[in-house]
């Protein structure tokens, strides 16, 4: 099995070599590789990634969110990797989880998403996002019959099914939600783990307090719309 972490990073200078060293831990009992996908930081992300020699891709403009991780997927999909993971490079998600991760992928699942509400430990996000969360389960269950209770998890293993379509169909603006959708309606194996999530290490969220009511109302309308438009992620 060959598995990629791919991290998608925007402005992570302040984290960054504290996510690799964790993720170096873990490569130390799992053989896996990792990519690094710098989203045109405006910090020093790139110059220290650099400078410690981490796998690094640069885009040569900013892509948001979606761009940059459908980028990871690509490398992945076109180096023939079995397994891809996401996972931030802000230190909100341990690298730990890893292996739980590609057990459930190993056992069948398409997807498996690190959770952060199933024994609900730890940093559990702020109280706009808990709502959208809520909301968001509710549309995917009442679409697809799948409950998926960490909708906007952005920590999580997907196997070369999803890879493949992840590479070619990617939403650009906070995807998680929609993919998630996309995948029980399609009825892919989706299987959550509990998790236990930190604050972030550094630098700031996408997701500003304003920004959070266009989020909400976006990402409604897109779950909502494939959930009746899609249902074959093959076709």
């Known amino acids: 099995m060959k598995v990629l972490v791919i991290l998608p990073a925007y402005n992570e200078e302040k984290a960054i070599v504290n996510t690799i060293t964790s993720l ?8 896996l590789d990792y990519v690094i996908i710098n989203d045109c930081s405006k910090d020093s992300t790139r110059k220290i990634c650099e ?3 981490f796998n690094i891709i640069n885009l040569p403009i900013n892509l948001g969110i979606g761009g940059a991780v459908q980028t990871g997927y690509k490398y992945a999909f076109e180096h023939g990797y079995d397994i891809a993971i996401q996972m931030d490079a802000d230190g909100q998600h ?11 992928i190993v056992a069948g699942n398409d997807m498996a998403i690190a959770s952060r509400f199933i024994e609900k430990r730890g940093f559990q996000s702020i109280a706009i996002r808990r709502v959208g ?9 009442l679409f697809s019959g799948k409950v998926i209770k960490d909708t906007t998890s952005g920590f999580r293993a997907v196997n070369k099914r999803i890879i493949k379509y992840f590479a070619l169909n990617y939403p650009v603006d906070y995807p998680e939600p929609e993919t998630n959708a996309i995948l029980a309606k399609s009825k892919c194996k989706i299987a959550e783990i509990p998790v236990e999530m930190n604050e972030r290490d ?7 307090f304003f ?15 494939t959930s009746l438009t899609k249902g074959n992620i093959d076709g």
């Open 133 to 141: 969360i809520n909301l968001y389960s509710m549309l995917i269950k």
């Open 202 to 208: 550094g630098g700031k969220s996408s997701i500003t």
């Open 51 to 53: 400078k410690n020699k």
């Open 24 to 31: 170096k831990k873990v490569k130390e009992s799992v053989e």
């Open 211 to 225: 920004k959070s009511f266009y989020y909400a109302i976006k990402v409604t309308l897109a779950v909502i719309i």
């Open 94 to 104: 341990n690298p730990a989880y890893i292996p739980e991760l590609i057990k459930e």
